[in-house]
């Protein structure tokens, strides 16, 4: 039994590698869209003074 869930895994392994990528890359994009709002709101207020 733990063998042929073994197998399955290891046939699974190239979608959750693909998974893993797209979750990571989607990150990073959400990353780099959070810091370009935070350095548009510090302009703004440096802007202000």
Known sequence: MYINLYKKNLDNSDETKQQITT???EQY??????????QTELQQQERRW
């Open 29 to 38: 994009k959400t990353a780099e869209e959070t810091v370009k709002i935070k």
């Open 23 to 25: 979750t990571g890359e």
